[in-house]
């Protein structure tokens, strides 16, 4: 999802400040470490955050163009799904930045015409297939690290998506371990977030009509669409389902942010959270 975030910044930089993000990129391209061992960056790198790579604006590096430095180094750079799927990477070295701070949300991906980003399948299936070129072996680290992001909001419909798509990309990496036979493949999780409960009877029809994210949603809200249009058009209320009740609008806008959205769809989906109302949901202690 965020190239330069905390998952995948860690395995590749030491940073005193998770949100040092130029630095991490910087380590991330170019091997900045100081610690023993660190000679150059790491060969495969897919994701958003190209703001992050370039000197210019507030998120730049402040003087070197890592993408630029990258170039020179001898990676692909590729910036659509088409150019992804075709690279070759003949350097065994592949730099692919896609969308903008973020990558798109799963659920939203329809909704966007013209959009070009690759699946974290598609990404998984490339750098399997280039960092799997080395005769010593490999280490990658794939995240759905929207999973998270879409949770912080309770979007219970957003994070099902996400979630699908996580799943996919394992299938793509356990085919390849069964086919390879000397790799081993871990699933795990940084922690839980939100605390997400079904319920005895969710709605799942409910749920699986609804069309975009909470964030999206309020977008269009923000946009000059009223609460009502916003909501069926994207969620059915109000067309295949019933209309909002007057509580359900005064949620949303007592809110004045997705969460309001989000308790609506919750309530009328029968899911729960850790959280309710307006303060968003956080990080939880339970096992993963």
């Known amino acids: 999802m965020f190239l330069i975030d905390a998952t995948p910044g860690v395995w590749a930089a030491h940073t005193a400040d998770r949100y040092d993000y130029s630095n991490i990129a910087g380590q991330q391209a170019l091997g900045l470490g100081t610690w023993e061992g660190r000679l150059d960056g790491v060969e495969v ?65 329809p909704l966007k015409q013209g959009l070009t980003e690759p699946t974290l399948a598609e990404m998984t299936a490339k750098a399997l297939d280039i960092v799997s070129r080395d005769a010593d072996g490999f280490f990658l680290v794939v995240e759905g690290g929207a999973i998270d992001w879409t949770a912080h909001k309770e979007d219970v ?23 390879d036979g000397e790799t081993l493949l871990l699933v795990t999780a940084d922690h ?14 409910f ?3 609804v069309s975009a994210t909470v964030d999206l949603i309020w977008g269009a809200i923000e946009g000059g669409m009223t609460i009502e249009t916003a909501i069926k058009t994207y969620t059915g209320i109000g067309g295949v389902w ?12 007592s809110c004045n942010d997705p969460l309001g959205i989000a308790d609506v769809l ?19 202690g339970t096992k993963v």
């Open 45 to 109: 790198l897919l994701g958003a955050g190209a703001a992050y790579y370039k000197p210019q604006g507030a998120n730049g590096t402040g003087d070197l163009n890592l993408i630029n430095e990258l170039k020179d180094r001898g990676y692909e750079y590729v910036r659509k799904a088409p150019e992804l799927n075709k690279a070759t990477a003949p350097a065994d070295r592949l730099l692919g930045l896609f969308g903008g701070v973020a990558m798109t949300f799963v659920l939203d991906r």
């Open 192 to 205: 839980e977030t939100g605390g997400l409960a079904l319920g005895s009877e969710p709605d799942l029809e």
């Open 266 to 284: 919750n309530a009328r989906a029968g899911v729960g959270w850790g959280w309710s109302g307006c303060e968003g949901a956080h990080h939880t």
């Open 207 to 209: 749920i699986a009509g």
């Open 242 to 253: 019933p209309a909002l009740t007057a509580r359900e609008r005064e949620t949303i806008r």
């Open 157 to 179: 419909a957003g994070t099902l998506h996400e979630v699908i798509a996580f799943d996919e990309a394992i299938a793509i990496a356990s085919r390849f371990e069964a086919d």
